[in-house]
Nanobody, 126 residues
Framework: QVQLVESGGGLVQAGASLRLSCAAS????????VAWFRQAPGKEREFVGA?????????YYADSVKGRFFITVDAASSATYLQMDVLRPEDTAVYYC??????????????????WGRGTQVTVSS
């Protein structure tokens, strides 16, 4: 049984940094892709970033987080991390880790991912 468990969320002030973690069991990150999505209150879940383990370009980021958020993957321990710097109030959301085997056209979409965590809350105060 595959499980993804996020951790590391919290309440921070604007400009601060947070590092989210996602620990996986029953799956490895040595192939396919892992991604982070987020969902703010009253809004749809949106793509944040993805890391593809093989083939060409490896990382993808939403324009809203490019240059501030960075994804890393530790395939040996089946963990992925989302380093979030210079946080803004608009980054407030529940952050979800996802894993799967998306094709190129779905790597930034929810339907590209089979497995999901339950999320961790990130709140950024102004």
């Amino acid at each position: 049984q595959v499980q993804l468990v996020e951790s590391g969320g919290g309440l921070v002030q604007a400009g601060a940094s947070l590092r989210l973690s996602c620990a996986a069991s029953g799956i490895t990150f040595s192939s396919g892709a892992v991604a982070w999505f987020r969902q703010a209150p009253g809004k749809e879940r949106e793509f944040v970033g993805a890391f593809r383990s093989s083939g060409g370009r490896n990382t993808y980021y939403a324009d809203s987080v490019k240059g501030r958020f960075f994804i890393t993957v530790d395939a040996a321990s089946s963990a992925t991390y989302l380093q979030m710097d210079v946080l803004r109030p608009e980054d407030t959301a529940v952050y979800y880790c996802a894993a799967g085997r998306p094709i190129q056209s779905t790597i930034t979409t929810m339907r590209g991912y089979t497995y999901w965590g339950r999320g961790t809350q990130v709140t950024v105060s102004s």
